[in-house]
């Protein structure tokens, strides 16, 4: 989300007549975009801002902050940051070159305020010339207030774009030749709740029908509203791919009710086990965190016999770090780091025995693969994704990016798999 972020701001700033450069040295202006999810994520910003205040100095370049330490913080940012000359919330991205001038004037600029669905949500990203996939915001904020997280103070409370509005966005999306389209929102699954426009399920379904876009992909869903509906969505909506990223958390029903997550881990697993009745081969992959407060050894043994019983095909881990405002802040029975990172070894370790062995079932096995880029292992190499969004590196022309390609798959890793093309006709599908 912050990536698309960036992007919005990198498209105002070029309409403003700037100039976007890969590199500090020679820039005027740099902006450094924020996430404060965790807590090596905001030491890792403080740490960059201390090496970009000797840049500052040296080249006499302005140096802003957006995004959510900005949020956070607001105007204490300055106490910390005191050279730095502007900072804006997630909502106040859309006056990023109001902000620029008025540093420029020598005049401090910052802005916090919470827009809803106004300017800044509307705000469309740089023109993705070039691109075969990209992403589409359809909501912000949350209204969960997970006992953990810090979104609901940093990124406001849930509001949900007109479905009009996304339609005709990802039509002129189609119209320029992208294929993929990736639904984001804190929470998409309650999009439009309680309001009178379309439900997520329909508007998958509107996506669906527009004509050029060749894949739909969402993120982030939360397990209590993955309703009847959106379950029905896969299997019978052609362009849906067949991968859902479902966090849960914690695979103890304890800890579940401490993080205020409103569901169980019967229920959670009772929704996978729908979802692979309509999708046999849908790909599952979650976020989880260890050391929680209250999480003794039986809590974490339940967390690893769900992992086991899931069989997800991948699984974003993390260590609990207390996050300013939130409730588990200030929550009793901490558990010690080094039990933590203990613990979060022992899961990562499971879950990639679970996905060696998932990506080695592909071996032998064809797929369709959209092509992206050039491989990143080697310039002869091509790089692309399947529907179960597993990464494919095979030998290919570069003529065939942007294409669907059946792929054969030779040989699978942790964290991709290698293929060969089929010399077969119609081995490029379109």
Known sequence: MNEHDMEKMASILVDGGNERITAIDGADVVIVNTCCVRE????????????LRIIKKRQGLLLGVTGCIAQMEKEQIMD?????????????????????????????????SDNGCTTPFLVKPLDPKGSI???????????NFCSYCIVPYVRGREASRESRDILEEIQGLAQKGLKEVTLLGQNVNSYNKGKDDLPFPALLEAINRIDGIERIRFVTSHPKDLSPDLIDCFGRLEKLCEHIHLPFQSGSDKVLRLMNRGYTAGEYVDRLNRLRERSPGIAITADCIVGFPGEDEKAFEDTMELVEKIGFDGIFSFVYSPRKYTAASTLPDEVPRDIGFNRLARLQGLQKS???????????????????????????DLMGRTRTNKIVNFRGDRDMIGTLVRVGIVKGYANSLKGEKLEIEGGIIC
């Not at 090596?40 to 090496?51: H, N, P, V």
């Not at 990506?359 to 002869?380: D, P, T």
């Open 354 to 380: 679970i996905t060696i062995r998932k990506n080695r079932a592909f071996e032998g096995k064809q797929v369709e693969v959209l092509v992206e880029n050039v491989s990143k292992n080697s310039e002869e």
């Open 80 to 112: 910390r940051l005191p050279f730095i000359d502007f900072s804006l919330g997630p909502s106040s991205i859309h006056r990023i070159n109001e902000a620029i001038s008025s540093a420029a004037a020598k005049k401090t600029f910052l802005d916090f």
């Open 133 to 143: 996939k990209t992403f589409v915001t359809i909501m912000k904020g949350c209204n």
């Open 40 to 51: 090596k994520a905001e030491q890792k910003f403080y740490s960059l801002m201390g090496r």
